[in-house]
């Protein structure tokens, strides 16, 4: 966990604009955005698959972090896509929990 980039985010190591932020959770813009508009949610504790979590209280603040992230982003009319990748076939990159956020035009389905 040193060396995971979103625990550096948490811990205010590396240095990010927050969108959205409250004791548990932070939400910034992606670096590498796949839509118009592509936001990640992260929890603040570090589990590194969707797998890891068990405890619904933070499954629970974690939609309310993709709301009101949403909502700061002026999604909420128009809507948006969450995501969240597990492991390798997945599509996961990082190994932190985490949640996209993509809006901005029509999403497509299934992806073309």
Do not use: S
Request: glycine share 6%; hydrophobic share 45%.
């Amino acid at each position: 966990m040193d060396d995971c980039i979103f625990c550096k985010i948490a811990k205010k190591i590396v240095p990010v604009t927050a969108i959205y932020e409250d004791e548990h959770f932070i939400a910034f813009h992606d670096l590498t955005p796949q839509a118009p508009v592509h936001a990640l949610v992260i929890p603040k504790a570090h589990f590194a698959t969707l797998m890891e979590l068990q405890e619904t209280e933070i499954m629970a603040g974690a939609l309310r972090a993709v709301q009101k992230t949403a909502t700061a982003l002026d999604l909420v009319e128009e809507g948006f896509r969450t995501v969240i990748n597990c492991r390798e076939n997945g599509g996961q990159t990082v190994y932190h929990l985490h949640f996209h956020l993509l809006g901005g035009r029509f999403m497509q389905w299934p992806p073309g």
